[in-house]
Every structure is written in structure tokens, then in C-alpha cells.
């Protein structure tokens, strides 16, 4: 191609002389330019402006066209570059790079010579990006170690094409100190962060606000931030729990002559049943917490023959951990157990 511009250049040289051709301009040499940046091959990002530099210092004075092209083969860019004598590399701010892919640059001298001409193609990568970051729980509770809400997990999505980002995460408290930091390669396909609520040096935090701020750096220095809020606090935590028990499982019984307390392991059903005896009695016994307040109890069953007698149900509680459920029947009476039951809330330090 450059023997081919001197040839021309020469050619044009001796028309000048005959008369048949008027050159547009004084020649300082006879190549193409160079493109310096970017080169063939070169990788840059969306959004990339140069400046592109191309070399004019062997090439002929005159007008110059330089254009992009995307992906697509569509005219991105273009702009004209006039060079004189003085003229060597020539910086051009570009525009127009929106999308990744395979582009172009052609510089177009064929307002000076049909043939001098020289073009580039480089590659476009996404941006560097951060997005889907979340931060839960946005309240948790490290300071009691109990298995609820201890933790709290960053969670994030990172774009990074080179695959060279440095992720780090630094946590800070209301006064801006840094008191907890990890970082890891982004080829670690890592993308949380759990934070157990102990600082650098091991200790547990203080209950208060804390800022979590997630960077990605890759190897050209492009940085993606992202920042979240979560509080360490301690409090109380409220329980409520509901135990069972089957009426086959009562703790104890009693009774008297003619009256029976009696255990279907089948059906899991006790009967208590009275023919003209005193009674006869299932007691339940549940453990509940020495805190345990807004108690409840219920029984469940069905009633057989007669009517001759009575069917009481209650409750007593003999200690601060124990609440236990009584069913008594009398006389003529009987009565099958089916389920006992004792609901209750307490609370504990998180």
C-alpha cells in the first residue's frame, strides 16, 4: 500500500510538470499516516473518547477525514483533520462509542490522493458496573451470639469484562471510622459478603448505625461504588410457643373404685371413665420458661355416658417453670382425652 502511495505521489509529481494535473497542495511526504492510539487490537471502554493520535509527520499537507464505524458497519463518527508542513501527530477527541463490540477507524486522505488512506480496529468492552446490591438483614443483632438475625449479608451483581476488579467492602460507624474491612479478587466468582458484626480486631461492635460500602476496581483504575445502612442493635426478642401433648401422653392419673383411667396407644386417647365411682383423674405436665407470660391451655375430646356426673377441666401452676393441665371426671361420667395444649410468650436478650 505505502509503494503504491509513492508511486502515485510520483506520478502526480510529473503531471504537474505537463500541466494535466494541479496538485492540492505541497507534499511533505508520501505515506499514509499512522494511527498511534487506539492501535489495532486495542481494548477501551463504552464511553471512550480518545483522544485519538495519528501521525502525519510522513504523509502529505491537506484535508484528512477520520471516521468510526460500529459493530454494525454504521457511520458512528466523523470528522475532518487539515494538516500543513509544521503538522506531526494531531491529537482527535472522539464521540459517538456507545455500545461494546468490534469498531472501526479510517483515515481518509482521498481529497488529497485516491489512494492514501490507513484504519485500525479495536475492540469496546461494557463498562465496569455494579447493580442488584442489597444489604439484609438491616437490622441484626451480633451482640448475643444465639442464632437469630447474628448476621447480616451484602449481596451484589458486578460487570467487569477484564475479570481483574479488586472488590472490596469497608465498613464504617456514625463518626465515619472504619472499623471493619475484606476484600477478594472478582475471579473468585464471589458475589456476597457476610458481616458476623465484629470489628478488625475481633471485638463485637457497638449497637449503632453502620455504613457498607462496596468498590470494584479493575486494572485500568475504572472504580464502581455502591453504599448501604445497617443497624447493630440489642434488645429483647419475643417468643410465643404452643406444646402439645396427645391424650394418650398424660404425665400421671389417679382414681378411685369403679372409675378408670384408661391409655388407647391406637387411637392416643385416654378415657376417663366413671361407673358411680368418686372419680377419675389425667394429669399433663408442661415446663415453661421462669418469664413466661400470656399463658393459655385448652383441652380437646368428646364425652361417652352419662349424664350422672361432672367433667372439669383447670389449670395450676406449682412453680415458676411449670404449668400443668388437670381433667377430672365424677360419678356417672366419661370422657376421652384426645389433645392437651399450653401456649405462652417469654422473652430474651439479643
Not at 480518545?50 to 460500529?70: E, H, K, M, R, Y
Not at 438475625?149 to 460507624?173: E, K, M, Q
Not at 377430672?328 to 370422657?335: A, D, E, F, H, N
Request: aromatic letters at 10%; one cysteine or more; hydrophobic letters at 30%.
Amino acid at each position: 500500500m505505502r509503494a503504491l502511495a509513492r508511486l502515485l505521489a510520483a506520478v502526480c509529481g510529473a503531471l504537474v510538470v505537463t500541466g494535466l494535473l494541479v496538485p492540492a497542495a505541497q507534499a511533505s511526504g508520501f505515506d499514509s499516516p499512522t494511527i498511534i492510539t487506539p492501535a489495532n487490537g486495542d481494548q477501551v471502554r463504552i464511553g471512550y473518547t480518545g483522544p485519538a493520535t495519528i501521525d502525519f509527520t510522513n504523509s502529505p499537507v491537506g484535508q484528512w477525514t477520520v471516521t468510526l464505524t460500529d459493530p454494525n458497519g454504521d457511520q458512528a463518527f466523523s470528522t475532518v483533520v487539515n494538516t500543513d508542513d509544521s503538522t506531526t501527530t494531531v491529537p482527535v477527541r472522539l464521540s459517538g462509542i456507545n455500545q461494546s463490540g468490534q469498531w472501526g477507524m479510517v483515515v481518509d486522505g482521498s481529497a488529497i490522493d485516491c489512494c492514501l488512506d490507513t484504519y485500525t480496529d479495536f475492540e469496546v468492552l461494557p463498562n465496569l458496573s455494579l447493580s442488584n446490591v442489597t444489604l439484609s438483614p438491616t437490622t441484626f443483632y451480633p451482640r448475643v451470639r444465639d442464632g437469630y438475625l447474628d448476621n447480616t449479608t451484602l449481596r451484589y451483581s458486578l460487570t467487569d469484562p477484564t475479570g481483574t476488579s479488586i472488590v472490596t467492602t469497608r465498613v464504617t460507624n456514625s463518626a465515619g471510622t472504619t472499623v471493619r474491612t475484606a476484600s477478594w479478587n472478582y475471579g473468585s466468582d464471589r458475589e456476597s459478603w457476610t458481616w458476623n458484626g465484629r470489628k478488625n480486631d475481633g471485638v463485637l461492635a457497638n449497637t449503632g448505625v453502620y455504613k457498607v460500602t462496596l468498590t470494584a476496581r479493575d486494572s485500568a483504575g475504572k472504580t464502581v461504588t455502591a453504599a448501604r445502612s445497617v443497624t447493630v442493635a440489642s434488645g429483647y426478642r419475643t417468643h410465643t410457643v404452643t406444646k402439645a401433648k396427645t391424650g394418650y401422653s398424660r404425665s400421671s392419673s389417679a382414681r378411685t373404685a369403679s372409675c378408670y383411667a384408661d391409655r388407647d396407644s391406637y387411637d392416643l386417647t385416654t378415657t376417663l371413665d366413671c361407673w358411680g365411682g368418686r372419680y377419675a383423674q389425667a394429669n399433663y405436665n408442661f415446663a415453661t420458661p421462669a418469664n413466661a407470660y400470656n399463658l393459655s391451655w385448652g383441652v380437646s375430646g368428646s364425652s361417652g355416658c352419662c349424664d350422672g356426673g361432672t367433667i372439669t377441666r383447670w389449670v395450676t401452676r406449682p412453680s415458676a417453670t411449670a404449668y400443668n393441665v388437670h381433667v377430672k371426671v365424677t360419678s356417672w361420667r366419661s370422657y376421652t382425652i384426645d389433645r392437651v395444649r399450653v401456649t405462652y410468650s417469654y422473652k430474651t436478650r439479643v
